[in-house]
C-alpha cells in the first residue's frame, strides 16, 4: 500500500520534498499529472538505492531517494516552475528504469503540487 505526502503550494523558486510511504522490494517511481494531461514519468530509483533515473525536465533539480529501514521514498523538488504544477504519484513496480505507467503494478493517491509564477 502507497501512500504519497508533502504536497502544497509553492512559490517559483521554491522546494518540496515530497514523500511516499512503501514496503517491499520494489522499483520505486514518481509520476505527475497536470490538469488535461498524461500522466508523465518523473523519476525512478531502484530497490537498493543505488540507481536512480530522471525525465530530462526535472533533471538537475529533483533528487529521488528511499529508506528502506523507514519503508519511505522521498522526492527532493528545488527550483520549482509553474509547469511543476500537477499530481504527484508515487508507485511501486519490478522493471528497471520504469519510465512507463505500465511497468508499475501499485500506486498511491496523489498528492497535488501547485507552483504559482
Known amino acids: 500500500q502507497l501512500q504519497a505526502s508533502g504536497g502544497g503550494l509553492v512559490q517559483a523558486g521554491g522546494s518540496l520534498r515530497l514523500s511516499c510511504a512503501a514496503s517491499?522490494?520494489?522499483?520505486m517511481g514518481w509520476f505527475r499529472q497536470a490538469p488535461g494531461k498524461e500522466r508523465e514519468f518523473v523519476a525512478a530509483?531502484?530497490?537498493?538505492?543505488?540507481?536512480?533515473y530522471y525525465a530530462d525536465s526535472v533533471k538537475g533539480r529533483f533528487t529521488v531517494s528511499r529508506d528502506n529501514a523507514k519503508n519511505t521514498v522521498y522526492l527532493q523538488m528545488i527550483s520549482l516552475k509553474p509547469d511543476d504544477t500537477a499530481v504527484y504519484y508515487c508507485?511501486?513496480?519490478?522493471?528497471?528504469?520504469?519510465?512507463?505507467?505500465?511497468?508499475?503494478?501499485?500506486w498511491g493517491q496523489g498528492t497535488l503540487v501547485t507552483v504559482s509564477s
Open positions: 530509483i531502484n530497490w537498493s538505492g543505488t540507481s536512480t
Open positions: 517491499g522490494r520494489y522499483v
Open positions: 508507485a511501486a513496480g519490478s522493471t528497471w528504469p520504469g519510465t512507463r505507467t505500465s511497468r508499475y503494478d501499485y
